[in-house]
């Protein structure tokens, strides 16, 4: 009969096998995402639609210091009115100052309806991969249709993201589908300026709640900083920034939904 002690020294060394032997088979959890450094140096990369009603890179910088800690964002933008991502690349300096610029995050913005989608495959791949070369992390800025050029349609346009992204396995904030779910819900709540192209004061916000909450993962909904100073901001009351808010929330969460 073994003692006691030695029976009990036996059953623990037992175990300790049984918990190594198990941490060795289990494969890692790949739906995870690796801890990484929280982003700050943030740039813009588009045309009007990012450098519209003061720009996105302010008042991103304006939400970041509004919140209670301040989230730390530097953001900053290179545009061109009109351009596509072609033309950014071909004929401006956003190339150089991926490059030279030490940043954390940086969203392209494309125009559909400005281009055409093998032009955005061509030179998404290219800016994707100069972002990734000094290892920033690129964003898809998927926008929106509009009735002056109305060659493509939204659902076209969230295509055209949806397989370029898994092309590249680039990241998306889809803002253009926001702006659909918004206008499905509330279509009094007008995403779109007069000229019926560049967004309205709700279409911006929703815009920046969209590509926020993209970059940092933090649900939207808790992006309320009182008071939130970017000028024009007024003109939605308390209800229809939560309303916003809501629906950045809920058209991330349809965007990542497994097809």
Known sequence: MIPGSFSRGFLLLAVIALIVAGCK?????????????????????????????????????ALSDAMTPPLGYEPSSVVRGGASLEVMWTQTDAAQQIATGNWDVVILQEDLPETNVD???????????????????????????????????????????????????????????????????????????????????AGMYLSLMVIEATISGADPRSRDPEPLPIRGLKRLDHEGTEFLRGIAHQSINEWKAPR
């Open 25 to 61: 088979t289990v494969a890692p959890d790949r739906s995870i995402s690796p801890v990484v450094k929280k982003p700050s140096r943030i740039l813009f990369v588009g045309n009007s639609f990012t450098f519209w009603r003061g720009g996105l890179s302010r008042h991103m910088k």
């Open 119 to 201: 032009s955005f495959r061509k030179y998404s791949h290219k800016f994707v991969q100069a972002v990734r070369d000094v290892g920033a992390r690129p964003i898809l800025f998927m926008a929106w249709e509009y009735d002056r050029l109305n060659w493509i349609s939204l659902d076209e346009i969230i295509d055209a993201h949806r397989k370029i992204s898994a092309e590249l396995q680039v990241e998306v904030a889809p803002v253009g589908l926001a702006w659909r779910n918004s206008r499905s819900i509330k279509p009094d709540l007008d995403m779109y300026a007069r000229d019926r192209e560049h967004p309205s004061v």
